[in-house]
Each structure stands twice: as C-alpha cells, then as structure tokens.
C-alpha cells in the first residue's frame, strides 16, 4: 500500500534559522497534500496545504513546495520563532487496500533553540 | 462554531475491560476518522466513517472498532483492553472524505489502562 516517507525526525535549528522538512510519496495520482501541526499537549492543526495543479505555495512565514515529477513536497519555515517548536506532521492522497485515504508521514519534531 | 467534541476527556479501565468513546464533529462533518497516538509516535489510523458507513480501516485488531450514527456523531470501542493500548485517542472530522480537505481534530480521550 502506499506510504509517506518523512524527514528528519528531529530538527533542531537556532532561532531566526530556516527549517526543512521533506516528504516522499510513490501515488503519481496523488493531488492533496496537507501539513499539520501539533504543538505540546494540543490536538494537531492544518497549517497549509497545497494541491497538484501548483508547485508552491506561501503563507508568511510558512511555504509549502511540490515536485510531482519527483515525487516529494517540503515545508518551509523562514525566521523560525519559538511558538514554531512542535511536531509537523505532512500528509497527503493515497491508495490502500483499494481505496483513497489521508496517508501519514511519522512526523518531524522540531526544536527552535532560543 | 462550535469545533469538534470528544468525550471522556480522561478514562482510566482495567485490563481486560471494554470502553467506548465518543466522538462529536463539527456540524454538517460527515466524515470521521479515528487515530491512535501514543508518546512520541505519530497519528496511527483506526477508521474513518462517512455518511455512516466505514470507508477505510487501519492495521489494528478486531478489538477496535466504531460506529456512525445518522447525526454524524461517531463512537469507537475497544474490547478485552490492554496494556498497550494505553494511548491520546483523537478523532477528526471533515465535511468530504479527509483526503481532499482540511480535517479538524479533537482534543482527544486520554485512555490509561492499568
């Protein structure tokens, strides 16, 4: 069945610093990919999402990039800010067991060193 | 409006027990999709539900499982409870099946089993 690769796991970057998180998929027929956010203790949030008739996408400090012909998407976090450290979990379209489903990455914790 | 409202907030059972959640989505939310999280994992799905009927379904034992009502209002049980199940249960709702929008998640029923 389909599955998402993500990485790192764990990201640490000094405050003001750029953070990178990368996601592969196999489904070329895949066309939504979100990416959540989930601080300490708290439930997880959409952040951005993108879909496959573009290849970026921004939000302030936060962009989103799409590669349909590599097959990857990233989430880019300019002038990383302490509110910023939490676990980023990407997402996105793809079959199982013959059906569509929200396939999940494993998540990346992200460390923002003051 | 009012977001998405699971309850217990807290349980904690006996090995062996059975528990039911529930699980409230946001009004006109048809789908409902259930995850397991445990410390330092990342969102393991159960199921989703969509206009009552289960779309999709996680690797997990017959010991899970759920239910749609016609309100959309959704409960999962989980029978002869384990150690190991112990576990941040979150449910997640969307208007259309979750892999082609934006799914808004609960606070989740933190479950302890002893």
């Known amino acids: 069945g389909e599955n998402v690769e993500q990485h790192p796991s764990t990201l640490s970057v000094q405050e003001g610093d750029s953070a990178v998180i990368k996601c592969t998929y196999s489904d070329s027929a895949s066309n939504y990919f979100p990416w959540y956010k989930q601080e300490l203790g708290k439930r997880p949030q959409l952040i951005i999402d993108i879909r496959s008739n573009v290849g970026e996408k921004k939000d302030q400090r936060i962009a989103v990039t799409l590669n349909k012909t590599a097959k990857h998407f990233s989430l880019h976090i300019t002038e990383t800010q302490p509110e910023d450290s939490a676990v980023y979990f990407c997402?996105?379209?793809?079959?199982?067991?013959?059906?569509?489903?929200?396939?999940w990455g494993a998540g990346t914790k992200l460390i923002i060193k003051p | 409006k009012a977001g998405v409202t699971q309850t217990p907030r807290y349980l904690i059972k006996t090995r062996g027990q059975q528990v039911t959640l529930s699980c409230s989505p946001i009004s006109g939310h048809r789908s409902v999709s259930w995850y397991q999280q445990t410390p330092g994992q990342g969102l393991q799905f159960l199921f989703e539900y969509f206009s009552e009927t289960q779309r999709n379904k996680g690797n997990f034992p017959g010991r899970f499982s759920g239910r749609q009502f016609s309100n959309s209002r959704s409960e999962m049980n989980v029978s002869t409870l384990e150690l190991g199940d112990s576990a941040l249960y979150l449910c997640?709702?969307?208007?259309?099946?979750?892999?082609?929008?934006?799914?808004?998640f609960g606070q989740g029923t933190r479950l302890t089993v002893v």
């Open positions: 997402a996105h379209r793809g079959r199982r067991d013959s059906n569509y489903q929200l396939i």
């Open positions: 997640a709702s969307s208007l259309i099946p979750p892999e082609d929008t934006e799914a808004f």
